[in-house]
T-cell receptor, first 111, second 115 residues
Framework: KQEVTQIPAALSVPEGENLVLNCSFT??????LQWFRQDPGKGLTSLLL?????REQTSGRLNASLDKSSGRSTLYIAASQPGDSATYLC??????????FGTGTRLTIIP | EAGVAQSPRYKIIEKRQSVAFWCNPI?????LYWYQQILGQGPKLLIQ????????DSQLPKDRFSAERLKGVDSTLKIQPAKLEDSAVYLC?????????????FGPGTRLTVL
């Protein structure tokens, strides 16, 4: 059974700093991994999807990396802004085609 | 293109009552998912449809939960009777292809409170 851990559970950083969010998973037999953002009281917004054959994926100020063999993924946010404040969730897709979600990292950017 | 639509956005009921949620996926998306997200946790898959057929309902509490996707488009999720532990956000998602390996798009969710 896939288990996903996200550390830290909460993070506060001053505006403008670069930061890294971590995701680890126990079953490395995954097909892809998605990073999502969730604002309070809202649904999930897909940020990046990395296929298992890829090492990283970039979108604007966001960069996600994947090390499938070690069961790790990171989400790098450059030049953080107050609008980046949200909960970030990672979700690997396993052989049974299900997404397994972590509990998320609640990010607060301090103006 | 329009996103995934869900209604209602909020619902408060007494335990043992019944409730239904509605989802309209993105046009043309073959696969539809219902997730349950309890406060402080990540979403947990309840049921997956491909067109109007069930692909996976292994985590759906079938004694009280039911779901259908008539005509392979809209879907409804019903709880009858509701329990206190059903208080959660119910999220609907869809993908273009017939696999979770494609990007999933989520609706805003329905927040259910059971008193």
């Amino acid at each position: 059974k896939q288990e996903v851990t996200q550390i830290p559970a909460a993070l506060s950083v001053p505006e403008g700093e670069n930061l890294v969010l971590n995701c680890s998973f126990t079953d490395s037999a995954i097909y892809n991994l998605q990073w999502f953002r969730q604002d309070p009281g809202k649904g999930l917004t897909s940020l990046l999807l990395i296929q298992s054959s890829q090492r990283e994926q970039t979108s604007g100020r966001l960069n996600a990396s994947l090390d499938k063999s070690s069961g790790r993924s990171t989400l790098y946010i450059a030049a953080s802004q107050p609008g980046d404040s949200a909960t970030y969730l990672c979700a690997p897709a396993g052989g049974n085609e299900k997404l397994t979600f972590g509990t998320g990292t609640r990010l607060t950017i301090i103006p | 293109e329009a996103g995934v639509a869900q209604s209602p956005r909020y619902k408060i009921i007494e335990k043992r009552q019944s409730v239904a949620f509605w989802c309209n996926p993105i046009s043309g998306h073959a696969t539809l998912y219902w997730y349950q997200q309890i406060l402080g946790q990540g979403p947990k898959l309840l049921i997956q449809f491909q067109n109007n057929g069930v692909v996976d309902d292994s985590q759906l509490p079938k004694d009280r939960f039911s779901a259908e996707r008539l005509k392979g488009v809209d879907s409804t999720l019903k709880i009858q009777p509701a329990k206190l532990e059903d208080s959660a956000v119910y999220l609907c998602a869809s993908t273009r292809g017939q696999s979770s390996y494609n990007e999933q798009f989520f609706g805003p969710g329905t927040r259910l409170t059971v008193l």
